[in-house]
């Protein structure tokens, strides 16, 4: 089974004295269920699942009372030889989202101390609205992706000592051995390839199988263009496949703006801003918003319909290339210089800041930012913030000059900035290069 961070938060959730229910969010296909499906069993001498999507007759079992005793009694009704052993049974509401009523029903489970709730979603951001009184304080989130770089290093066999030595060459700013060095730009250049799908990475691991696992995540990808014809609304389900159709091309612009006119000539931010709503609400994708100004707070100087789009694995958006241009990265020997490849060298840049937005987004960056003045003279791939302030993220596909970075950091109020690259670590003042594997690190 593959290790998955999102297992040591349920444990620990499982651990708290006065726990409230577990909601697990995420896109579809990430493990949510595998995962809390195997600590059920594992963990609990009764699991019951109910998956609302799978079993929609479920969803009358919340039609009535919400209480506690009610819906045992119905769950009963569903299913007599289902067993509660008190203090010893975990139940897990499966695509709750297609129940709301079980959504509110959280706010009764969770004053029950005679089983533990665990509940997952895909597309919680659009049940909400349906929800007729929300669990608020009954619920402990937990967010969850496919796997990030660090947790598809582990499922490659790389040790935990080893993270853990390149993790203390980031925090002292020295120079990683560069038999270490280029190990890890092969494992980078994998996971660009492979993504991080569970099912994708089961497929490849065995006999490091590309041509398999290349078949699975365009099995993955046209599921989810599937989803969208599936769940979204009619008015919206065209437009937004539409926009995820259009991401490869967005990226493989000079400026990499999402643009209405790519998905449609003369589209418009009035007909199709929806559609990005949605997917953004279906974990399917991760919007990054330019910003007026590079100061604290970010989120004040956001610039409305003025976004780069993502999709929320870098492996999903490989498969919507040839499978070409997957052979021409992992020929790389390096991931220096211009490619040979026609076709990798136009998607390289765009590429590149796809796996970056991956690896934030996995590492629990909430919202990101990034910054392109009018002219297009300064532009920054990502824009941070924590204690010492606002942290700009240069992303360079080749060993090219930082000027945007540099000009950025003559602001007194930047402590400091990265420039992520194929380079080994440097220190030049205020700029910090860094491998773009590191990136698992800020």
């Known amino acids: 089974m593959l290790r998955r961070k999102a297992m040591e938060k349920i444990e620990a959730w499982k651990r708290m004295k006065k726990k409230k229910c577990l909601l697990v969010n995420g896109a579809r296909q990430v493990g949510k269920t595998f995962l809390v499906r195997e600590f059920g069993r594992a963990n609990y001498s009764s699991f019951i699942e109910l998956n609302f999507l799978e079993k929609p007759s479920l969803k009358t079992i919340f039609d009535g009372e919400l209480d506690a005793d009610a819906v045992r009694a119905g769950i009963r009704l569903s299913d007599p030889g289902v ?56 619920i402990d989130y937990l967010d969850m992706h496919a796997l990030d770089f660090e947790e598809f290093l582990w499922a490659l066999g790389v040790e935990e000592d080893e993270i853990r030595l390149l993790r203390d060459y980031y925090l002292r700013r020295e120079t990683v051995p560069p038999a270490i060095h280029l190990s890890m730009q092969k494992y980078l250049r994998q996971y660009m390839v492979i993504g991080g ?123 919507a290339y040839d499978y070409g241009l997957k052979k021409a990265l992992l020929e790389e020997e390096t991931m220096d210089g211009r490619p040979g490849n026609i076709v990798l060298r136009t998607a390289k840049g765009g590429l590149y800041e796809a796996l970056i937005a991956d690896m934030l987004t996995k590492a629990g960056h909430r919202e990101l930012f990034f910054y392109r003045n009018e002219p297009g003279t300064v532009e920054m791939e990502f824009l941070l913030e924590n204690a010492d302030g606002v942290i700009p993220v240069e992303v360079k596909a080749g060993k090219k000059s930082s000027r945007s970075l540099a000009n950025l950091l003559k602001k007194e109020d930047i402590p400091y900035g990265y420039k992520l690259a194929s380079q080994n670590i440097g220190v030049s003042d205020k700029m910090i290069t860094l491998p773009l594997y590191m990136a698992i690190f800020l």
């Open 83 to 138: 067993k509660f052993r008190d203090g010893d049974t975990m139940i897990f509401l499966d695509e709750i989202q297609e129940c709301p009523n079980a959504i509110s029903a959280l706010k009764f489970l969770a004053e029950d101390p005679r089983a533990d709730i665990a509940a997952s979603g895909s597309a919680l951001g659009m049940a909400y609205g349906r929800v007729s009184s929300y669990p608020v304080g009954s």
């Open 197 to 319: 799908m569970p099912e994708v990475v089961d497929t490849f691991l065995p006999e490091k199988d590309y041509p398999a696992a290349d078949e699975v995540q365009r099995r993955i990808y046209r599921d989810y263009l599937a989803d969208i014809a599936r769940f979204a609304a009619p008015d919206v389900k065209i437009k937004a496949e539409s926009c995820y159709r259009s991401i490869p091309l967005q990226l493989s612009k000079e400026n990499h703006k999402f643009q209405y006119s790519v998905v449609e000539k003369k589209g418009t931010a009035r007909k199709f801003e929806s559609s990005l709503d949605w997917l953004a609400n279906a974990n399917m994708i991760s919007v990054v918003t330019n910003v007026g100004f590079v100061e604290y707070p970010l989120k004040a100087h956001a610039l409305e319909n003025n976004t780069r789009i993502y999709p929320n694995d870098i492996g999903l958006l490989m498969a």
